[in-house]
């Protein structure tokens, strides 16, 4: 093989292999925190989880602060990777309504992690972002590619009769987000017990129908 042609394939093994160790390190990390909590929690305690010495956890992350950032970008990630995977769904309708399944259902399972986030980040930090888009650029752009894609969903549902076409795509875009938002902010006051997914139909059904009486 020539030396030139080497040189790229070296690049790509270096890149696989620092991707798979800083992937490592967030899912210790993740378990960890969950574990034990983030104030107590130690570098050196995400470095034995995963393995490593502690200075190679500082090779990735230059604090738990960013550890955590970096578990949160990554939660919002893997969350817009699953409405995508979504997309093959015909009906519009069917696909927000596993988009609400797949939100609630990734942070069901993630709940002593989402509570430390709400501890650590806190509510108002959430609604900032959600609302005034007040975010560090990699997060915001995941915010950004989240609402493209709920918005485009919606305005396919419009522009097919099955959702009314008085109310702005854009108006219902962020009613379904403030249902979403009242919702988990609910279940994490009340201790995040072990019931969010099953919430998802019912709250579908409430952003389509309302709460009249049937």
């Known amino acids: 093989m020539p030396r030139?042609?080497?040189?790229?394939?070296?690049?790509?093994?270096?890149?696989?292999?620092?991707?798979?160790?800083?992937?490592?390190?967030?899912e210790a990390a993740e378990r960890v925190i969950s574990r034990d909590g983030f104030t107590g929690v130690k570098m050196a305690d995400i470095a034995a989880e995963a393995g490593v010495a502690a200075g190679t956890v500082y090779n990735y992350f230059k604090n738990k602060e960013a550890v955590l950032e970096s578990?949160?970008?990554?939660?919002?990630?893997?969350?817009?990777?699953?409405?995508?995977?979504?997309?093959?769904?015909?009906?519009?309708?069917?696909?927000?309504?596993?988009?609400?399944?797949g939100i609630f259902a990734y942070v069901e399972g993630r709940g002593a992690?989402?509570?430390?986030?709400?501890?650590?980040?806190?509510?108002?930090e959430w609604i900032q972002q959600r609302i005034h888009k007040k975010s560090?650029?990699?997060?915001?752009?995941?915010?950004?590619?989240?609402?493209?894609?709920?918005?485009?969903?919606?305005?396919?549902?419009?522009s097919r009769g099955q959702l009314r076409s008085d109310i702005s795509p854009e108006d219902l875009a962020e009613m379904l987000g403030g249902l979403i938002d009242a919702v988990m902010f609910t279940w994490f006051r009340q201790g995040?017990?072990?019931?969010?997914?099953?919430?998802?139909?019912?709250?579908?059904?409430?952003?389509?129908?309302?709460a009249h009486a049937r």
């Open 4 to 26: 030139s042609a080497s040189k790229p394939r070296r690049a790509r093994v270096r890149e696989s292999v620092r991707s798979a160790y800083r992937e490592a390190i967030l």
């Open 136 to 158: 560090c650029s990699s997060k915001q752009e995941v915010f950004d590619l989240f609402d493209e894609l709920t918005l485009a969903t919606l305005q396919e549902a419009v």
């Open 113 to 124: 992690l989402f509570t430390i986030y709400m501890q650590h980040g806190g509510v108002h």
């Open 71 to 101: 578990i949160k970008l990554r939660g919002f990630e893997q969350i817009h990777q699953q409405m995508l995977d979504a997309q093959a769904i015909e009906s519009p309708l069917e696909r927000i309504r596993r988009q609400i399944q």
């Open 192 to 210: 995040c017990p072990p019931n969010l997914t099953q919430k998802s139909d019912l709250l579908f059904d409430m952003f389509l129908n309302g």
